[in-house]
């Protein structure tokens, strides 16, 4: 796909919500997409999306593509005698962006309302360098408690209201960038292999999992239900900024993050690398030291064990509503896992 096309398809999954344990909403999205390369698609009880693509045989390797659907946000806790609105969060939310945010509240209907975060006036704070507790935030929405209970339900989400927008030369911003843009990659991975699927020396499920945010809950159900042999995770890592160590981060425009880690496959890790390599790919090199922090953690020891990989996307501001990301490292993942099926599978079985 061209890079507008790219563009046009993750603003369209990052305007979806999502926030994790009620994802159906980003996974029809999602799920749309996949269906233009496969009419194997299925949504899950979980919220998980999988695509099959391809027959399992004796002797071929089943692989799993995995890129998480959910995202960030907060859950109503309470709702005061005042009609404001308590939350509590889903997922590593970052407490310093929570003053004076719009928000919306998604609720059990579908309908969406606006709020805004309650927040302290400068002079009158007394201690700016503090981020507020949760306890201490609460959703506006302008209506009394009687109103605002005829209209939303304790466990309904919130999110902070963003739009997605381009900035200079391939950059974009929006929230959920953390996991939509390993969404888009694995659609833009099969679109470049739609050609392909019947010579692959495999076949696929490509699983778009829910819950990753709170504990990587839909990766470990979908990975025990395919059952794959490999599996590759897509997700985000961080990209420096200013002020950033250069060897604790990648570099945002330098092409995807391949993960070398004890809990990971070093054969296929090296596949990777050598993938770069030969294909003139730009890579960088994510070193972890434990577990990833990522889906390869569940995958990896479901059942007896499976032989997985990360690929992850230099990303900035991660947690927030303004994620930033390159669409050149979309496109370089894309190709350098689309290589990994056509030429690495084999080897590394």
Wanted: with cysteine; hydrophobic share 35%; charged share 25%.
């Amino acid at each position: 796909m061209e890079e507008k096309e790219l563009i046009d398809i993750l603003f369209k999954l990052t305007r979806q919500n999502g926030v994790s344990g009620d994802e159906f909403c980003a996974s029809k999205t999602a799920a749309a997409e996949l269906e233009k390369y496969t009419s194997d698609v299925t949504v899950d009880d979980f919220g998980n999306v999988i695509a099959n693509i391809g027959k399992r045989q004796e002797g071929k390797p089943h692989l799993m593509l995995d890129a998480h659907i959910d995202e960030i946000g907060f859950i109503v806790t309470y709702i005061t005698d005042e009609g404001f609105l308590k939350i509590s969060n889903c997922g590593g939310t970052d407490r310093r962006l929570l003053l004076a945010q719009q928000v919306e509240v998604i609720c059990s209907d579908g309908q969406r309302i606006y709020g805004v975060t309650t927040s302290t006036p400068p002079h009158l704070e007394t201690d700016e360098k503090k981020a507020p507790k949760l306890d201490d935030v609460f959703v506006d929405t302008g209506l009394s408690k009687e109103k605002v209970e005829n209209i939303v339900s304790l466990g309904d989400r919130v999110i902070i209201s963003n739009e997605p927008c381009l900035l200079l030369g391939d950059r974009v911003t929006s929230k959920c960038l953390d996991d939509r843009a390993g969404v888009l990659t694995l659609i833009q991975t099969l679109d470049l292999l739609k050609n392909e699927f019947e010579s692959l020396n495999c076949s696929l499920s490509v699983v778009l999992s829910s819950q990753e945010e709170t504990g990587e809950r839909g990766a470990k159900t979908a990975a025990y239900k395919v059952n794959p042999d490999m599996a590759i995770a897509v997700d985000v890592s961080f990209a420096r900024v200013e002020g950033d160590k250069k060897y604790t981060c990648g570099e945002m425009g330098k092409g995807p993050m391949i993960g070398v880690s004890p809990s990971l496959s070093k054969s296929m890790s090296n596949g990777f690398i050598q993938i770069a390599k030969t294909e003139k790919i730009p890579y960088q090199i994510e070193v972890m030291g434990g577990t990833t922090g990522t889906n390869a953690d569940a995958i990896g020891v479901t059942r007896s064990g499976v032989k997985t990989a990360t690929v992850s996307i230099p990303l900035k501001y991660m947690h927030t509503p303004v994620e930033v990301i390159s669409i050149s490292d979309i496109e370089n993942s894309a190709r350098l896992i689309a290589e990994f099926l056509r030429k690495g599978v084999e080897a590394d079985v």
